[in-house]
Each structure stands twice: as structure tokens, then as C-alpha cells.
């Protein structure tokens, strides 16, 4: 896809997939503008004051729960990458009402100004914890996912198409397991690990990026309200604790917190009956779209076991998944 004529905008842009979408991207594409919106006023002074292209960059202050600032921040925009969230989910978990209005209201006010600036495309991150979820984020980004579908019956003659991604835990992103136990090997101290046997997808920032800039190509000739879900590999908890550990570091079993879940589910069983498999992805297809749409092609997964992490035929060995974390760290 030729982004040179594109302005894209990104809400929650100084956060860990904002600030790596600009430094990988614009190593690759060269756009229009890049509008990064979001509320640290530190953050975005270091990005744009910091960057080799902070000439076509712009920092716009603001909070998705303000309707009228993403408004004008959506003028001339022609992308949108909806990144903006509460994530943390223990946090999530004791402030639901901050979590609902940031996740939820906030995505709501995101679609109505994409609608009604007319913006090309609109690609909102998700989750695996979407899918049945356990726990308040997840659910907040199962409505999410719902209100990007579903909006594109909104569009009547205008040309936006809203899609959704899904995947995982990013390795090594804010938040995630590779930094805190990285500082923790650091100190010498023991490894919490909440189940032996717990498993999860495996999927880098570089990784996540380009195929969000896959996936904006693919928009050009869809009809919006599908889900793109890439195949990756799995790994064992177990086996990232023995791939990064010295010989003496030490591990403890904590259990699962509030919300955990043992694997990671990407795609469920009743999804898979609206779903494609596009050689390296999935795509969910919107059940019963209101707005035009034309049968999809590819291979029909209907029938298929939901795509899991414990379930997945490729697994990383513990030496593939040191190679990994030495490119990330």
C-alpha cells in the first residue's frame, strides 16, 4: 500500500504500539502526516522532539473520552489506528467505571468521528482477551470489537471502513512478562510464574506492526467489519522462564490472578464459523452485516476447534525462544 499521500492518526499514540508503530513505520513509509493523539504531554514532547521525522509528525493533546477534541484531531485524516486503553488488568478490575469510559464511551466517540470526517479506514487493536472473556478488560474489548463491526452499518454512502486486529500480548511491551522478569533476573530475585503448564502466543512489537501495515492494505478491498487474527507461533511458560534464566535463578508458582486465564484463545469455536483461513491469518467475517457485502474468499474454517495457544501445531523450542528475546531486549 502507498501511504505517501496519507495523514494517519494514532489515539493512544505515546503508548508502547503507538511510539513503536512510528519508529518501525516510518523506517519503511514515508506519509502525509502522522497525528499522534493521546494525554502525556511529556510523552509526545519526547517523541516529536526526539524523532528523525518529526517533521511530519504532530502531537495532539487529548483523551478519546472528548468527542469534540477527536473531531477536529480526525479533520484531513485518512487513517485511523485506534490504539487508545486501559489495560492494565488488575487496574481494570478496581476502577471499572474509568476502564468503561476510556474502552468502551471512548471507542464509541472514535467511530462517530471517523464517520463524520469521512476517514478512509479505521484499525482498532484488540485482544485475545475478547474472546469469552474473564475479566473486565476483556469484556470492555469484546464491546469494543462489537461497536467497530457493527458501525460500519452506520457508514450509508460515506466511504469509512472499520476493522478490527486481535492478537496477543506483545513480548516485551509496557506491562508485559519479558520486562518484569528481565529486571527481576536483574536483582537476583526469585521468578513468579502462575502455572507450569500456561501457554501463550507468541508475538514481538515489529512483528505486531507489520502486520497492522499488512492489514491496511488488505482494507482496500474490503467491505469493513472484519477481525484479523495473524497465525502464530505458541510457547510454554515454563520454556521462556528456562530460554532467559541464569543457572541459579529460581522460580515460584503464584496461581492465576484476577482474570488470568491458562491459554490464550484467539479465535472461538462458534467464531470459526464465519471465519477464513488466509494463509498467514485468520479472518472473522461480520455475522449478518447490515451494510453491503459480497461473500468473501478463501478457505471456510467452519467446523474447526477454536485456535488456542495450548491447541496450536507450532510450538517455539526453548533455544528458539532465546534467539527471540535476544532480538527484543
Known amino acids: 500500500m502507498n501511504f505517501s499521500d496519507k495523514t494517519i492518526l494514532i489515539t493512544g499514540g505515546t503508548g508502547s504500539f503507538g511510539s513503536n508503530f512510528i519508529r518501525h513505520f516510518l523506517k519503511l513509509h514515508t506519509p502525509k502526516r502522522i497525528r499522534i493523539y493521546s494525554r502525556d504531554e511529556h510523552e509526545q514532547d519526547a517523541l516529536l522532539n526526539n524523532s528523525p521525522y ?14 469534540v477534541r477527536l473531531h477536529r484531531a480526525m479533520e ?7 490504539a487508545a486503553a486501559l489495560k492494565k488488568v488488575q487496574s481494570c478490575e478496581y476502577n471499572p467505571f474509568e ?7 471512548g471507542s464509541m466517540n472514535v467511530v462517530d468521528a471517523a464517520l463524520d470526517m469521512e476517514v478512509e479506514k479505521v484499525l482498532a487493536i484488540s485482544t485475545d482477551k475478547a474472546v469469552h472473556p474473564l475479566n473486565l478488560y476483556g469484556a470492555t474489548k469484546m464491546c469494543m470489537e462489537k461497536l467497530m463491526v457493527n458501525a460500519n452499518s452506520y457508514r450509508g454512502k460515506k466511504k469509512t471502513k472499520i476493522c478490527c486486529i486481535r492478537y ?19 536483582k537476583g530475585e526469585v521468578i513468579p ?6 501457554t501463550r502466543f507468541w508475538i514481538d512489537m515489529e512483528e505486531a506492526i507489520d502486520f497492522v501495515i ?9 467491505y469493513g467489519g472484519e477481525i484479523f487474527i495473524p497465525k502464530l507461533p505458541s510457547f510454554k511458560l515454563k520454556d521462556l522462564f528456562d530460554a532467559i534464566r541464569s543457572s541459579n535463578t529460581q522460580f515460584t508458582i503464584i496461581g492465576n490472578r484476577i482474570g488470568d486465564k491458562l491459554h490464550e484463545t ?15 491469518k485468520y479472518i472473522i467475517y461480520p455475522y449478518e452485516p447490515k451494510w453491503e457485502y459480497h461473500n468473501p474468499k478463501g478457505v471456510k474454517c467452519s467446523g474447526r476447534n477454536a485456535y488456542t495457544s495450548d491447541s496450536n501445531n507450532w510450538f517455539l523450542t526453548v533455544s528458539e525462544i532465546k534467539e527471540k528475546f535476544q532480538k527484543i531486549i
Open 54 to 67: 518529526s517533521g511530519i509528525l504532530d502531537g495532539f493533546i487529548g483523551d478519546v473520552r472528548d468527542s
Open 76 to 82: 484531513g485524516v485518512d487513517i485511523v489506528l485506534h
Open 99 to 105: 476502564t468503561i469510559k476510556t474502552n468502551i464511551l
Open 168 to 186: 496477543g500480548n506483545v513480548a516485551g511491551s509496557r506491562g508485559s512478562v519479558i520486562p518484569i522478569w528481565k529486571e527481576l533476573l536483574r
Open 193 to 198: 510464574i502462575s502455572n507450569v503448564l500456561a
Open 214 to 222: 499488512d492489514c491496511l492494505g488488505l482494507m482496500d478491498y474490503n
Open 266 to 280: 484467539l479465535v472461538s469455536s462458534s467464531e470459526m464459523e464465519h471465519t477464513m483461513d488466509a494463509a498467514d
